[in-house]
Structures are given as structure tokens and as C-alpha cells.
């Protein structure tokens, strides 16, 4: 038995170390790395037993063509040549009937390897596709970081060990992060406080002192009230301001005019007092630090309620201090040049964007010329794109060519015309940088592909060569593109220890001091650059609506969006596709617990067993975790209830900015 190297690669900011125990080429036990910097030996309930998704008897091991009506997940097997013959041929077809524009590719976070997640780039920028604005996590998130702090690095997750004073804002790290939960504890063990902020008591409100629940999309507000009364008292880091900042006077302004905790009460729920002592907490802490999530940058106000707290962190000096900070994202993107990879200079011209949270109105409703082919892989838009009754209803156009690359049988790949055989992580190569901490990883496969599995890159490689693209990028391997990757000059790799990369060891990227990577070098609290200079309170989408609860469509705690679904033993622990409401709620609708319920909205209907619990506010729903239908109490899952409407910045998702009602099921 030989135990080899590896690392998680789905959508998860602790990207962790693995050691597979390897048996006649099958994978029999993983296990967490314990020299991984960052997650040093100990994994999610999710990737404990990974062995059981790589080997599960529901993989997809050779290609299929549809037999049946599209939904019903009829198909036939053939070759890999009948295959790729065919979606060569009809791709041709398709882009001399009504221009290679009407070829859509829809991909996000299955692999977050930078070869394997952009390897249908350079094909489809070579074909003149249309592209694809890959929107649907957290760009409303980012844009508030970047519009107070620039390009600026986030802090070291390891700096919260040194804080006094931990701020979980719009977060569960236990469900999404945990690594950076364990650091938590670890700090709260050496006498920090733990605060969690959020519009329920999630699972991190295990590892909290306290638990403030706030009124969806009211975080803005709230941040914007704590810096009045640090104004109001004197009680912000003048200093700091003095020298680190720009605009502190303007916003001081502001938020003394028109922002205090009377105003802010009724829309966080919180009382005036209450924030006020918040703010003096904050005020008297040695070194804040601040975790943002980015479930509260979903709403229609996203960019900006980060802005407010980015900007609040600044307010109380939290940067400069030893132990504090503001961590929205701990991204090692500059390290990488992915233009080798993705080849966006391929394009013959511009084509148009389709932003990935409207693709129900992208494949109802676009024209000149509408969508006639749709290529899928790393992603199961059935479930996860909004508005999944319009999604289903193109996916269902009998005129609509789909291609989906899967490791499983997921709702997208039911409507598929062809669905091809994707490998598992431990099958392909890969680079493998992260979101939520600063290492990278090389890997090799483990394992030999699983059936007739082809990874993302040997897929384009084939269709580019049935296509006759002749472009050299097409021809080389997956570890050549790596190997390019690792030799670009980068500040952000000196002094990588290269022999322990190639061992596939993770190893810590080196994040350049650079000071504050602003335009004016400075924290921008006043940034003329914006259409909003200074942060104010934006209003959400469904602050006006009719309906009486707000949705929040949050992380479960063992599965990953819908990644996971096909593991039974994780579903088991879930319980149930469940819906949370708070007891007066469920008393109010004569509803009891476990009974199944409605939620519906203008969008659509879903059925939910209920769940009562005094960890929701009244007016508050909570559906955690993306089921698949084929495990749903009916024929929906959550994503029927929530909006293609995008952000006020960044185009993302609005996926946590829905009203529903609820009814007897």
C-alpha cells in the first residue's frame, strides 16, 4: 500500500491537504496531511471518507447519448470517438447556422485547479463562443474590499490567534471554513472574545460568546451605526486615521448626520443600545479582527454592506494593529498569470457576456442569436443557478444541444443530449492555490482514471483536435501548463522551495509587503473613483417585497452547495431537505415540526419538511445546503424561490435576497 499527496479541490477557502492510502490502484482511505501549513492533518465531515464518492457505484465511467425525453435520464452508452465526433459536428453546425455566439459554456467550482477549471477557456475563446461571466459566489464581496482597500492582501488567517477580540460577520466557518474555526477556538482558548453577526444562530455559534442576529441585508446598516457612535464618542483610531487614511472627516460626517443606532434599530432589530454597546466593545478591543463571509454580500446592497464593515474595521484601526485586521478573502490570484491557460487572445472578436446567475433567461429569452448549445462541466446550473424553474425550462428545449462532463447522474446531466465521464481529483493533475489561506499545491493523479474518464483538459484537447484547431496550446499536456504556471517571475514565489512542491508538498506562497495597494497608497474611506463615494445604506431587492420572510439559502454543514449529494451517508446526516423557521412563525401558520410544508414565492413552489428552532428569528427561513431533486420532497429544490437579479456591484448572485411565505404541505 503506497500513501500519496493531494489536495482537496472543491469550492472551499481551506483548500486542505490529503493523504490517500493507495491499494492496486484504488483509493482506500483518506486522510487529512499533517504538514499541510494550513490545515495540518484534520479534515471536513465532507472529505473524510472522499474514497467513497472516487469508488462510488454511481460514478459515470463511459459516455452516453440520450435515448429518452430530456429530464428523465434515459441514455445509451457509446465511445469516446462517437462522442466527441458528434458535439464536434453539431458545435460546427450550430455556429454556421447562427454564429459561434449561440454556443454557451457554463462552468464555476467543481475543481478549483487552475488548469482543470479553466480548461474549456482557450476552446471556447478559440471557437468565438459566448462568454460567461462567472459571477455566482462572492464578486459583490471583492468589489467592496477593493473599493476601500484596493489590492491590498488580506491579513494571515493565523494573525486571529493573536486577537482579542474575533468578529464572525456573515460567516460559518464550522460549515465552510473549518481551519479557520479551529483558530478561532484556539484564540478564544488564550482569552480572545467571540462574536458571530448573522441572520440566524448557524452552526459557528458553537464557538461564540455571543450571538447577534440581524435583520437580512441590514449588515450595512449596522456597520454604518457602529461607526456613528465611534465618531459620536470619540472612540475611533484618530491616529490611524490621520496617517493610514483618506476621507475619515467625509464619512465622520455622514454617518453623524444621518446614520445613528435610533435610525439603524429597526431595520438590524437590534436595539439603539445594543449597538452602542457593540461599538464600545469594538472600540475597547487591543486588536479586532474581523472574518467577513460573503453570504452577506448576496443581496442587492452585497458590495456594499461589505464596504461599510471593511470600512468600520478601518475606523477602529484594526489593520494596523498586531493580531487585528479585516479578512474578506486571503486570495493568492496575483501569484498566477492564467493567460497560458485561458488564452482569451484566441478570441477571433469580443463576444457577449452572459452573467451565470440569468442563465434561465440566457436559454428562454436571449436572442440575436438565442442559445442553441449549452457545454457544462464543473458546475449543475439545475440546482444551483437561480431561478431553477426558468433553468429547467431550457434546459428542457428539445432544440437546445446540451453536453454535460460529470462524475454523476446531478440534475443538469439528466437534461444532458451528452454527457461525458469526468474524472475525481485523485485522477488528474493539477495546480491548486486558495481563497482562504496563501499555499500552493502541485499534484499528480494518485490513481488511474476511473473507467473510460477523461479530465477536463484531455476533453478540449480532443474537441479542439476534431475542430482542427491547430493552435500549440492545444497540444500540450496538463503538466506543461503547469510548469508555466510555477515559472512565471512572481514576488509572491520567491524563495518557494520548489523541490518540496514537486514532492507535492503544499508550500506558502510569500505575500509582498507592499503597503496599502490603493491608488492613493492609503485606506480609501472616501473613494472618488466610485459612482458611491463614501459607504452609505444601499436597500436589497426584497426590501420592498410583499411577502413576509426573508430566505436564507445557507451552507449545510456536510455538504458543499450540491457537491456531496451522491454520498448517502452525508444526506443522512442533513436529515432532510429541510426549512427552518422560528416557533412563532410555525405557530402563526399552524405548522408543526417535521410536517411537510410550502414555500412559494412568485418564482415557484417547493416542498420542505419543516424544522422549528429558536435559532431563527421570526421572519427569518432558512434553507441549508442544495439538494438534488431526486432527493427533494418534491420535484424543486430551493433554488425555485430565488431571483436572477444580480448585485449593486460585482453582477453576482442575490441568492440570499428572496421573500417567500410558507403553507401546509
Known amino acids: 500500500m503506497a500513501t500519496l499527496r493531494t489536495a482537496c479541490p472543491f469550492d472551499c477557502p481551506d483548500a486542505c491537504g490529503l493523504l490517500v492510502e493507495v491499494e492496486q490502484g484504488r483509493a482506500v482511505a483518506v486522510r487529512g496531511d499533517p504538514e499541510h501549513p494550513y490545515s495540518r492533518g484534520t479534515l471536513c465531515p465532507k472529505m473524510t471518507h472522499y474514497e467513497r464518492s472516487v469508488h462510488s457505484p454511481d460514478r459515470l465511467l463511459t459516455p452516453l447519448l440520450r435515448t429518452g425525453a430530456k429530464g428523465e435520464g434515459k441514455f445509451r452508452r457509446v465511445s469516446w470517438e462517437e462522442c466527441i465526433a458528434l458535439v464536434a459536428r453539431r458545435l460546427q453546425e450550430i455556429s454556421g447556422a447562427d454564429g459561434p455566439e449561440a454556443i454557451l459554456p457554463y462552468s464555476y467550482a467543481g475543481t478549483m485547479g487552475l488548469v482543470q477549471r479553466s480548461a474549456g477557456h482557450a476552446f471556447f475563446h478559440r471557437l468565438g463562443a459566448s462568454r460567461l461571466e462567472r459571477t455566482i459566489c462572492q464578486p459583490a464581496k471583492d468589489f467592496g474590499w477593493k473599493a476601500v482597500m484596493g489590492s491590498t492582501p488580506g491579513p494571515h488567517p493565523d494573525t486571529v490567534l493573536d486577537s482579542d477580540l474575533v468578529v464572525l460577520w456573515g460567516i460559518n466557518p464550522v460549515a465552510t471554513s473549518v481551519h479557520f474555526a479551529q483558530r478561532v477556538t484556539a484564540a478564544r482558548r488564550r482569552g480572545a472574545r467571540v462574536l458571530l453577526i448573522d441572520t440566524y444562530a448557524n452552526h459557528s455559534a458553537a464557538i461564540a460568546d455571543e ?12 456597520a454604518l451605526a457602529l461607526v456613528h457612535v465611534l465618531a459620536r464618542e470619540g472612540l475611533a483610531d484618530e491616529e490611524f486615521l490621520r496617517a493610514q487614511a483618506l476621507g475619515w472627516s467625509e464619512l465622520k460626517a455622514r454617518v453623524l448626520s444621518d446614520y445613528s443606532p435610533q435610525w439603524a434599530s429597526p431595520r438590524c432589530g437590534l436595539v439603539a443600545a445594543q449597538i452602542e454597546r457593540l461599538a464600545r466593545e469594538l472600540a475597547a478591543a487591543r486588536a479586532p479582527f474581523f472574518r467577513v463571509g460573503g453570504g452577506l454580500s448576496r443581496y442587492g446592497n452585497g458590495a456594499m454592506n461589505v464596504r461599510c464593515i471593511v470600512a468600520l474595521a478601518a475606523v477602529l484601526g484594526a489593520p494596523g494593529r498586531e493580531g487585528g485586521g479585516c479578512l474578506c478573502s486571503a486570495s493568492s490570484a496575483p501569484a498566477f498569470d492564467l493567460s497560458p491557460v485561458t488564452r482569451e487572445d484566441l478570441q477571433p472578436r ?37 431561478d431553477q424553474n426558468a433553468v429547467l425550462r431550457g434546459l428542457a428545449r428539445e432544440d437546445l444541444f446540451t453536453v454535460v462532463h460529470e462524475r454523476f447522474m446531478t440534475d443538469t446531466a439528466r437534461y444532458a443530449d451528452v454527457v461525458l465521464p469526468a474524472p475525481s481529483s485523485l485522477e488528474t493533475a493539477d495546480l491548486f492555490r486558495s481563497y482562504g489561506q496563501y499555499c500552493v499545491q502541485r499534484v499528480r493523479p494518485v490513481i488511474p482514471p476511473q473507467g ?32 508555466e504556471l510555477l515559472a512565471q517571475p512572481s514576488p ?69 452547495n450540491s457537491t456531496f449529494m451522491e454520498r448517502e451517508e452525508l444526506r443522512r446526516r442533513e436529515k432532510a431537505m429541510t426549512l427552518k423557521l422560528s416557533p412563532a412563525d410555525a405557530r402563526e401558520r399552524g405548522l408543526s415540526d417535521s410536517a411537510q410544508v410550502v414555500a412559494f414565492n412568485a418564482l415557484g413552489e417547493v416542498r420542505f419538511i419543516l424544522e422549528i428552532s429558536e435559532d431563527v428569528p421570526s421572519g427569518t427561513a432558512v434553507a441549508e445546503g442544495v439538494w438534488w431533486i431526486a432527493h427533494a420532497p418534491g420535484e424543486r429544490t430551493v433554488n425555485a424561490l430565488t431571483a436572477q437579479r444580480l448585485t449593486d456591484e460585482g453582477a453576482g448572485s442575490t441568492l440570499y435576497d428572496n421573500r417567500i411565505d410558507v403553507r401546509p404541505g
Open 211 to 222: 450571538v447577534i442576529c440581524v435583520r437580512p441585508a441590514s449588515d450595512g446598516a449596522l
Open 350 to 386: 469580443p463576444t457577449r457576456l452572459v452573467n451565470m446567475n440569468q442563465l434561465g433567461h440566457a436559454l428562454t429569452e436571449l436572442r440575436s442569436p438565442p442559445v442553441r448549445a449549452l457545454f457544462v462541466y464543473c458546475s449543475n446550473p439545475a440546482a444551483v443557478a437561480p
Open 452 to 483: 473510460e474518464c477523461k479530465s477536463n483538459w484531455e476533453l478540449f484537447q480532443r474537441l479542439a483536435t476534431a475542430m482542427d484547431f491547430e493552435e500549440a496550446v492545444f497540444r500540450k499536456s496538463a503538466e506543461e501548463l503547469i510548469d
Open 492 to 560: 509572491w514565489k520567491d524563495g518557494l522551495d520548489r523541490a518540496a512542491l514537486e514532492a507535492g508538498r503544499a508550500v506558502e506562497l510569500k505575500v509582498p509587503v507592499l503597503g496599502w495597494q490603493t491608488p492613493s497608497k492609503k485606506i480609501e474611506l472616501l473613494n472618488p473613483a466610485h459612482r458611491e463615494p463614501l459607504p452609505r445604506l444601499l436597500e436589497s431587492h426584497a426590501d420592498a417585497g410583499q411577502l413576509p420572510l426573508r430566505l436564507m439559502t445557507a451552507p449545510a454543514l456536510n455538504t458543499l
